[in-house]
Every structure is written in structure tokens, then in C-alpha cells.
């Protein structure tokens, strides 16, 4: 299977020469320019803007077609490996992830949820260094980190940085790159040093120096990643033997799919110094006697491991509708400081109304009608919670927004429908031709007209 899997890979390279270039373009393109936005943006760069014009030159530029930029930049053993440090497993997350390990300007995540920082702090470990700007000694342990050729965190940061770092941010060495200025102190500059920027501000807008200093990244929580977290939540304490099995499971896809990359790689190391006759290097035999043996076996636990996956994640998707419900009202109280900038709402904080709601929902033997329970006790529960934080003038748009939500996810209400009861967008320049409705009323009724339901609604009124 090893060997068979390479014979591909010989084939895909042959044919990957044609494309690399254009390939290349797009994916230095992709890790400089769409951290800073969201699922939706990304793809229409990719898919609406860059790719059409490399195709649209009049010498075109060739790519491979339906191009993914994750697969020359990282592979399954090392997302796995991320997944294990706590990096979520939503595709935005791992976008992050990837753009975080390839760029060469300082990354600065945008993370309000913290989901960001949480992995790097698990991912680097106790070598990591973490800094917030102001507090005593902030200097002194970024200069050591540069000296020592450490990774330097710094935490939480505003909208402006202290001026004083602008010369680490820019890169600005001096005495043929071995040396930083820092404030008044020249800092020897190990080549390992990395930097890390991190801040907790949900929309900030950065100086446009700053912004070519820096890689920015958006952390922030996406729904389908936040509704399969809140799921293995719920499912955690609904069927906590599903989870766990669930859990060792994916640690064990993602250790087989690392053990598969170690193996290949120190086959292809000892082939590569064996020399020409290595059928008589005994040593290499055995080891790839080994190595076909071990992956002979990986396969087979990968078939099963499959099967027992499709069957837990059959099991755990009852609980979904409980778990999207949860995902929409978060990103409701996300929204609320659109109307008023002190409503802010911590992900950490709603995960523990959540799970009290969880805990608290009325039991029920069936799954379904239990599933129901929760869906109504998380309603109410997350809409006490916040309705509490609330001016009451701002309770009516609250409770409407939670409304109408609610009614778009269950399909309930037409979409359109809904826009034109909160825009109202009257078709201007008519006159109304009875006398109990306005001129700006009949234009409201002629834009109604254009939907199905509302058809010869004008007539009707005209003739009445």
C-alpha cells in the first residue's frame, strides 16, 4: 500500500509541474491577504476574483482545478496534530492555523472568543512567553526572547502599540541584521525568534503600517465551528460513553495519520542512504518488512475506526438541533452591540448558561422529545440571561430578533417576506390612487405585488 500510494504520487508530481507556478501565486496570495476575513469573503477571492483572473489573462496562467490552498501548505498529519493541541476542528479554524505557521510577516490574531490563543498556549508549551503591553517587566522578557531566539506572545493588544516595539514589528535590525533596537538598548536578534500578536477586539482597525507589518488572522468563531463545539458539549453530557469514544477515536485517526508520515518519511531517509545495492543492506529489509507490516495494519484499524465513526456521529446528530439553536442565539447576543457597544457577550460565559440549561432541561425517555426539552430550556434560559443585561427599550428588538431567527432557521417565514417587513422598500414616484392610503403606502403595495402570494394585491384595492 506504501509503495502503490508513492507510484501516485510520482504521477501527481509529473502533473503538478504544469500547475505549480499558478498554484504557487494563488497560495502566497491566500496566506497574505485573507486572514483578516471571514468564510464567505475567503471563498469569493478565491473562487470569484483571483482564480478567474489568472484564467482570464491572454496568456493564461494554468492552476489546478478545484485547487485547495491547504494542500500545499500543510497535510493531514499536522492538522491532526493541531486538532490534538485544542485547535478547533472547523475548516476556518484550520485556514487560521495554516496561515499562522507559513506567513513570514508577524501574525496577529483577531480573537475575541480566545479560541486562538488557547491552542497556541497548548501548541508551544512552556517555551512560549506571554507579554501584555504596560505591565512591569514587559521589555525586559520580549528582549530576552529575541535574544534567546524564543516565541514571544504578546496579549491582548489595542489599536495602537506601544512606538517603542515598531522597530521589532518592522524588522528594522541593524549591524547586518544581529543586532534590534528596543527602546534605548541594542538586542542581539536570534533568527529563531518568532512573535506572536494577539488581540481581543472583535472589529479593530489597525494603523496601515501595522497592517503591512503584520499578518492579521480572524479567530473569531464561526457558526458551523461554534454548533459542532456546543454538540460534543451537549452529547458530552447526554452520552458521555459516545463522546469519549468519539474522542479516542478521532486522537487515534489523527496518531494513525502522523505514524503513517513518520513512517514514510524514515523509509524514504534510509532508501535514500542505502546507497546502490540495498537488498543487501539486511537492516533496511527488515525495517521495510516492518514498516509494511505496521502499515498493513494501520489500514485495517482505519476501516474500522471508519465504521465506528459513522455510527457515533449517526448517534450524536439527535442532538444537533439543540446544539444549532445554541450556535444561533450566540451569534444573536454577538450582534446586540450593534445596537449598543457595552452589550458584550464572552463565549465562556454563554457556554455556562448553556450547560446549565443542559443540565436543567426536563429528562424524557425518547431522544427526540428530550431533544426538544433542550431546545426549549436553552431558549429560555440564554433569553433570561441576556434580557437581565438589557436597556428595556432594547428588550422588544431583542425578542423580536430571537423571533424571527428562530422562525428563518425553521423555515417558518419567507426571507423576503421578512426583509419587507423591516425595510419596507416602497416603490417611489407613484400616486396612490384611493384616499386611504398614502402615496409612500402605495409604493409599498406595489413592491409587494412583485411576490407571489401578493399578486393583483394593488388591483384588488383599486377595485374595492
Not at 278 to 303: P, R, S, Y
Request: with cysteine.
Amino acid at each position: 500500500p506504501l509503495f502503490r500510494s508513492w507510484a501516485e504520487s510520482v504521477m501527481g508530481f509529473k502533473e503538478a509541474e504544469k500547475t505549480l507556478p499558478g498554484d504557487v501565486l494563488l497560495i502566497t496570495a491566500f496566506v497574505s491577504y485573507v486572514g483578516c476575513f471571514g468564510k464567505r469573503y475567503r471563498l469569493e477571492l478565491i473562487e470569484e476574483k483571483w482564480m478567474p483572473y489568472l484564467k482570464g489573462q491572454s496568456d493564461p496562467i494554468p492552476i489546478t482545478e478545484g485547487l485547495d490552498p491547504l494542500s500545499l501548505l500543510t497535510d493531514d498529519a499536522t492538522i491532526a496534530g493541531w486538532q490534538n493541541e485544542s485547535l478547533p476542528s472547523d475548516r476556518m479554524s484550520t485556514e487560521n492555523a495554516t496561515i499562522l505557521t507559513n506567513c513570514e510577516r508577524w501574525p496577529l490574531m483577531i480573537d475575541p472568543q480566545l479560541q486562538g490563543i488557547k491552542w497556541i498556549k497548548n501548541r508551544e508549551g512552556s517555551e512560549l512567553r506571554v507579554v501584555r503591553i504596560g505591565q512591569r517587566g514587559y521589555l525586559d522578557t520580549i528582549e530576552r526572547a529575541v535574544s534567546n531566539g524564543e516565541c514571544d506572545l504578546i496579549e491582548n493588544i489595542q489599536e495602537s502599540v506601544d512606538p517603542v516595539l515598531d522597530p521589532l514589528l518592522g524588522r528594522n535590525t541593524i549591524k547586518k541584521g544581529r543586532y534590534i533596537k528596543i527602546g534605548d538598548k541594542e538586542v542581539e536578534y536570534n533568527k529563531n525568534f518568532r512573535l506572536i500578536l494577539h488581540t481581543k477586539l472583535a472589529n479593530p482597525h489597525y494603523k496601515p503600517e501595522m497592517q503591512a507589518q503584520t499578518t492579521l488572522i480572524n479567530f473569531t468563531v464561526t457558526v458551523d465551528g461554534l454548533e459542532d463545539q456546543l454538540l460534543a458539549d451537549v452529547v458530552a453530557w447526554e452520552r458521555p460513553d459516545l463522546e469519549e469514544t468519539k474522542l479516542k477515536l478521532t486522537r487515534k485517526q489523527n496518531e494513525f495519520k502522523i505514524t503513517l508520515k513518520e513512517l514514510e518519511d524514515s523509509l524514504l531517509a534510509r532508501l535514500s542512504a542505502a546507497g546502490g545495492n540495498f537488498l543487501g543492506d539486511t537492516a533496511l529489509v527488515e525495517n521495510l518488512e516492518t514498516t509494511k507490516k505496521t502499515v498493513a495494519e494501520i489500514e485495517v484499524q482505519v476501516v474500522e475506526a471508519k465504521v465506528t465513526e459513522e455510527k457515533i456521529n449517526t448517534a450524536r446528530e439527535h442532538y444537533r438541533p439543540a446544539a444549532a439553536r445554541a450556535a444561533l442565539l450566540y451569534f444573536i447576543l454577538n450582534d446586540l452591540n450593534i445596537i449598543n457597544q457595552i452589550y458584550q457577550f464572552s463565549l465562556k460565559a454563554f457556554n455556562v448558561v448553556f450547560m446549565k440549561a443542559v443540565q436543567r432541561a426536563e429528562a424524557a425517555d425518547e431522544v427526540k422529545q428530550r431533544v426538544n426539552n433542550l431546545i426549549d430550556f436553552i431558549t429560555y434560559s440564554v433569553f433570561i440571561y441576556t434580557a437581565r443585561g438589557l436597556f428595556e427599550k432594547d428588550k422588544l428588538i431583542f425578542t423580536a430578533q430571537v423571533a424571527f431567527q428562530v422562525l428563518l432557521k425553521t423555515k417558518d417565514i419567507n426571507p423576503t417576506e421578512l426583509d419587507f417587513l423591516l425595510r419596507f422598500p416602497a416603490q417611489p414616484n407613484v400616486t396612490s390612487p384611493v384616499d386611504f392610503l398614502s402615496n409612500q403606502s402605495w409604493g409599498g403595495i406595489k413592491a409587494l405585488v412583485v411576490m407571489e402570494e401578493f399578486r393583483n394585491l394593488d388591483r384588488d384595492i383599486e377595485g374595492s
